[in-house]
Structures are given as C-alpha cells and as structure tokens.
C-alpha cells in the first residue's frame, strides 16, 4: 500500500525508539502476573489458544505484521465472520459500522472484561520490543478494512498515506481523547494529525492519558 512521508528529524526517531524499548520492557516486566492471569482465564473460560489467531495488520510504508493480542472471542473468529454465511449480516454491520461491533456474539465471558479495560492488548508490548509498532501512533488497521473504508470514505485516501509512513501505535490520540467510537472518516483524520504533530512531548502526553483511558474503558491500552 502507498505511503506519503511526513519527515521528522532523526533525533526524534531515535529518541521515540528508545521510549519504545524502554517502556515496552518495564511494561512486560509489570504486567507479567497479569498476563499469567489472563491467559489462567482465557484457557478456562473457553477452547482454543490464548493468542488470537487474527490477519495480519498493515505496518508501517504498508508493509504487513502479525499482532499479538489475547483471544477475546471465540476459536477461528475471524475466518467465521468473513467466510461463514451464517455471519454474513453480522459482517455486512461490522464493515457498515466501520469495522467495530456493539454486540458480537463471538466474543466469549472473558473476552468481554479484557477488552473493556484493553487488556487484551498487553501482547502488544512485544510487537513494541521487536519494532513491529510504537507505543504511541495511529490504529494498526487491517488491510481488507483500509480497502473497503476507502471506497466509501473517498476523501480519506491522503490520510490513509500520512498514517501508513509510520509504525502503528498501542495507544494513540483518539484513544485518549475519549473519541474512540468514531467513525473510520474521523478516525484516520485523526490519526493522520497525530502524524503531522508528533513530537516527543506530544507522544509522552498520550503516554500519561493513557492509563485513564484503559481503566475507564473508552479507550485502547
């Protein structure tokens, strides 16, 4: 997918690498016990693995990962929304609501807790560690989601570009700004501000909302 580079200076690249590193290891350090916990939970309350088993996310210059996160619904999910027509109207909503549901069936008793206080997005501390994603930046969006939002949001394309030039983030600006439920228009609009205004103190601003965001439920970790 095409990108359009809005450059930064070096010294802020390399000084948002280090925050990376730095925070994503004291975080996996912290958040050991809970993940053990979680993952207790996940394999009591129902089958399958603990990591989800999601399609790849497009990275940065459009380049695809695979993100870690905890399995918050149930077994082959994914594959049963998109392929199974049993949930051909649930996808039909799912991708009319910008790609989130209110109300899906498929996600399980545990699943329900964790992604309410993002939880379920602790996994994402090794993406950090490995380089795949920042701690700060814009939703890491799937690529069948960017195509078809694309379509019935034209004049989002130049956003789309500013967003993909950098690594998606764990937590983000519209995360923290209690806007979270917003549409995929407004969304990438404000991804695509982040991108534009991103410094170190702006980055550390969204760092310390976080928390906030993550205990009260309307937002990303």
């Given at each position: 997918m095409s990108y359009k580079e809005i450059k930064k200076s070096a010294l802020y690249e390399f000084a948002k690498r280090v925050m990376d590193i730095f925070?994503?290891?004291?975080l996996i350090i912290i958040f050991s016990p809970v993940m053990l916990l979680v993952a207790i939970a996940i394999k009591l309350d129902s089958k399958g693995p603990v990591l989800?088993?999601?399609p790849e996310r497009?990275?940065?210059n459009g380049t695809f990962?695979?993100?870690?996160?905890f399995r918050s619904m149930i077994e082959n999910a994914h594959e049963m929304l998109r392929e199974n027509?049993?949930?051909s109207k649930l996808y039909a909503t799912y991708r009319h609501e910008s790609y989130k549901l209110k109300d899906?069936?498929?996600?399980t008793r545990t699943g329900h807790f964790i992604r309410k206080h993002s939880l379920d997005e602790i996994p994402q501390f090794f993406n950090i560690l490995k380089g795949d994603m920042s701690l700060v930046g814009p939703r890491a969006y799937y690529p069948?989601?960017?195509r078809n939002q694309q379509l019935k949001y034209p004049n989002t394309r130049e956003a789309v570009k500013v967003v993909l030039s950098v690594k998606p983030g764990l937590t983000g600006y519209w995360q923290v700004s209690g806007r979270s439920e917003v549409?995929?228009?407004?969304?990438?609009q404000m991804d695509a501000s982040y991108v534009k205004k991103r410094s170190v103190f702006y980055d550390m601003w969204i760092i310390l909302k976080t928390p906030w965001a993550m205990i009260s439920g309307k937002g990303a970790l």
């Open positions: 925070f994503s290891l004291i989800a088993d999601t497009v990275g940065r990962f695979k993100m870690h996160k027509p049993k949930f899906d069936p498929r996600i069948d989601e960017l549409n995929f228009d407004k969304r990438i």
